[in-house]
């Protein structure tokens, strides 16, 4: 390949680059590119519209969880106001009532507990069971070995949910 074929070759290249250029020049005063552009920046538009709805979501819902929460405590306060109450009548009446407004009390106290899905759990003469009983002592008796032959704490249940094992005393038999 001699000079001359080598700069015509060269000019080609130039040319074509130019022409290149020019054609990227034309494109980007395009109205495709003008529409293209105005797409993105709706989308980008609704993409920033659709995280702010979701965080004044997540701040709803969280505020309305908490707002349930505090309705909810405070219910189950007014219904332990009603059992304070008493105890202050019984705290005032005569030596003569004051077993059995104790007991009534009591009996108060439980069925306010169980309109709120608060029951007691019954261990005496059961087998030990470890999801809803703590063992703190194993004393020889009659009973066969593994049976609760002594309740020291009541064990109470929230639904189906045990939120304080019964204390109990295990029979290890004789």
């Known amino acids: 390949m001699n000079e001359a074929e080598r700069s015509e070759e060269k000019n080609g290249e130039e040319s074509t680059g130019s022409s290149d250029t020019a054609s990227l020049n034309t494109l980007a005063d395009s109205p495709v590119l003008d529409e293209q552009k105005k797409a993105i920046a709706e989308l980008n538009d609704r993409y920033l519209r659709l995280a702010a709805d979701f965080e004044n979501f997540k701040k709803r819902t969280a505020r309305d969880r908490e707002m349930i929460s505090n309705l ?7 219904d332990i106001i009603e059992v304070l109450d008493n105890f202050e009548r019984a705290i005032k009446s005569d030596d003569a009532h004051l077993r059995e407004g104790i007991v009534q009390i009591q009996h108060l106290l439980n069925s306010q507990l169980e309109r709120h899905g ?19 002592a194993h004393v020889p008796s009659e009973e066969k070995e593994g049976i609760v032959i002594d309740e020291v704490a009541r064990g109470y249940r929230m639904h189906d949910k045990v939120i304080r094992h019964t204390k109990v005393a295990v029979s290890k038999g004789k």
């Open 72 to 78: 909810a405590n405070e219910r189950f306060a007014v």
């Open 118 to 136: 608060i029951t007691s759990i019954d261990a005496l003469k059961k087998t030990f069971n470890p999801a809803e009983h703590e063992a703190i």
